[in-house]
């Protein structure tokens, strides 16, 4: 969906570690930046993570920071998300998304105008 591409997905136990990554190069607009949410079932989506390419500002949700970590590798047109440390409650469906860079500040928590497939996570206790 919309040239955006998610892999890297996985169950691990609690404290374990998975890389998420997101090839955009054929997402087809220019002028977005790019980050993560993630939704789980019967829950609302939350924004995870994002990069604001205009001052190379990042943004996390609260119960990410610490643990979590984006990069967006620019040449090769990739977005990563390496996450440590998970807990049962990082449990959902993780979804690359691209929405406009004011967003990546105060929009954080409804990110995403364009996303992806999405790439399930699932971390057990």
């Known amino acids: 969906q919309w040239g955006l591409v998610e892999s890297g997905g996985g169950s691990v136990q609690t404290g374990g570690s998975l890389t998420l990554s997101c090839d955009f190069r054929e997402f087809p607009y220019p002028g977005f930046c790019m980050g993560w949410f993630r939704q789980a079932p019967g829950k609302g989506r939350e924004g995870v993570a994002a990069i604001d390419d205009t001052d190379g500002s990042i943004n996390y949700r609260d119960s990410v920071k610490g643990r979590f970590t984006v990069s967006k590798d620019n040449a090769e047109k990739t977005l990563h998300l390496q996450m440590s440390s998970l807990k049962p409650e990082d449990t959902a469906k993780y979804y690359c998304?691209?929405?406009?860079?004011?967003?990546?500040?105060?929009?954080?928590?409804?990110?995403?105008?364009?996303w992806g497939q999405g790439t399930q996570v699932t971390v057990s206790s």
């Open positions: 998304a691209a929405d406009r860079c004011y967003n990546v500040d105060s929009g954080l928590a409804n990110w995403g105008v364009h």
